[in-house]
């Protein structure tokens, strides 16, 4: 075990090593403001979320350091990957207080995704995951709620409540407290995924800068003319 362990941290500590120079150099905030202002012009496409962190926020911490190894870590172990099983993970419905299972929130041989104009050919699902910048860790000084780490189910759920304030249709459930969606599909910090048939038909980089909205959304137009073209047979 302890071999294994010393493998993979040679094996990211690469990665790791440049995303804390990076965050280094973005406690400048001339530099900040310069990498903020070309990370915008290269957006593809206004569906995309840019990356925003305000100048009050310090990037180069020891909890931030923290963070970025615990994401790097999962995405390396994770265990859905393209093409492949989903994997069918714990979670807790907010409303119910119930355990299920994530595949169970599919309805037929619908893909599972995030986006509700494609409410006529998918579901979407949101499962929350452990907070990315929680209020004792690396804080975010600009977010519109102060959220601590949650010490239990309680906290997460009550946590979750918060989105049905902003979109009171949600549907949203919450990782279990062994954290094994975030750990199977290497959610953290956020990722969007397309799950069919119980496979894995579609994932999404890492967020904040892997998050692309728009490429989803090519999948799913994608999908929606094979579905209604009539000169097509879908099986």
């Not at 900040?32 to 990370?39: C, F, G, I, P």
């Not at 995030?114 to 860790?137: N, W």
């Not at 956020?190 to 579609?202: A, K, S």
């Amino acid at each position: 075990r302890a071999l294994k362990h010393a493998a993979l941290c040679l094996m990211l500590l690469p990665r790791f090593l440049l995303a804390a120079v990076m965050l280094w150099f973005l406690d400048f905030l001339c530099i900040r403001r310069k990498v903020l202002l070309k990370m915008g012009e290269r957006q593809d496409s206004p569906d995309d979320p840019p990356v925003c962190v305000s100048d009050s926020n310090k990037m180069f911490t020891w909890e931030s350091l923290r963070a970025v190894w615990h994401g790097q870590k999962l995405d390396f172990l994770k265990s859905a990957h393209l093409g492949e099983a989903a994997p069918n993970t714990e979670v807790v419905l907010v409303q119910e207080r119930r355990q299920v299972r994530i595949l169970d929130c599919t309805k037929g041989k619908r893909p599972l995704r995030v986006v509700r104009q494609y409410a006529d050919i998918a579901d979407f699902l949101v499962v929350y995951i452990e907070e990315a910048h929680p209020s004792d860790g690396w804080v975010s000084s600009d977010a519109p709620y102060q959220i601590p780490k949650h010490r239990c189910l309680e906290d997460r759920l009550r946590a979750a409540q918060l989105m049905f304030t902003e979109v009171p249709e949600s549907n949203v459930v919450v990782d279990n407290m062994d954290n094994s969606s975030n750990a199977a599909y290497g959610a953290y910090f956020e990722r969007l995924y397309i799950v069919m048939d119980e496979r894995v038909v579609y994932q999404g980089g890492r967020g904040p800068e892997g998050y692309r909205i728009s490429e989803l959304k090519n999948w799913l137009e994608q999908y929606r003319k094979e579905v209604m073209d009539p000169q097509k047979e879908v099986l």
